[in-house]
């Protein structure tokens, strides 16, 4: 179904729009039960990466950086005792998988590339899109660590600036399990930083505009399963930790204009055999 000009006139003045029932029930379930059965199948070992917005530094490791066309998982900050043993089992220590689930796992694929999402990004302005990063992100009870507040067009940039995330809602989110925190109209705030790779190896950021958030004007967006968050590359958003006993699974897709460059310099880059893809 079509955006209404109503729905496209929120987006351009909020800088996100929440749909409801966007992605049935069966859908959201499939997808949990297939980000199970990769957990379920990945051996640790050796490959142990952690995933913490506090300590950049500290994530930008190779089996980071080099997984913009593969299939990997990081760590919560919080998954490990001080001897380095996991706190709790493998299936309650994962932050996230990422970052190209959408193109080497077919359930993801699938999930990734039908007409209403489709008809969605059309609608949202990309003429012609190309699928750039999936990630699925687990916010595990107790442990899901804190996102602190950035806007994503820190990490996947583009000139001129085409970006658009989706944020599937695969379990109800709510202020106790850490759901999406934005601020609204915050994308008009221009660029506040890039998140980029360094000659001879690892990232840094580099500040455009020092000025802090203004977290004040920040709403919490509590959703049902099933429910797609729209958010422009450019809008403020965070998350919470999740000290409940409860999960909150969702699972994110960005989207590029192919007319727009892509630098060199951004952290996300995949192998000349693996080029972007859209529908
Ligand atoms: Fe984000």
Redo the contacts with the bound molecule.
Sequence with gaps: MKLASEQITSYDRDGFLVLENFVDAQACDQLRARAARLVRDFNPQGVVSVFSTHEQTRTSDDYFLESGDKIRFFFEENAFHSDGTLRQSKEHSINKIGHALHDLDPVFDKFSRTPQIKQLVSDLGLVDPLLLQSMYIFKQPRIGGE?TC???ATFLYTEPLRLV?LWFALEDATIENGCLWAITGGHKLGLKSRFVRVEGGGTRCEVIDGTPWPEANLRPLEVKQGTVIV?HGLLP?LSRENRSSKSRHAYTLHFIDASAHYPGSNWLQRSAEMPLRGF
């Design positions: 996102v950035h806007h994503d995330g958010l958003h």
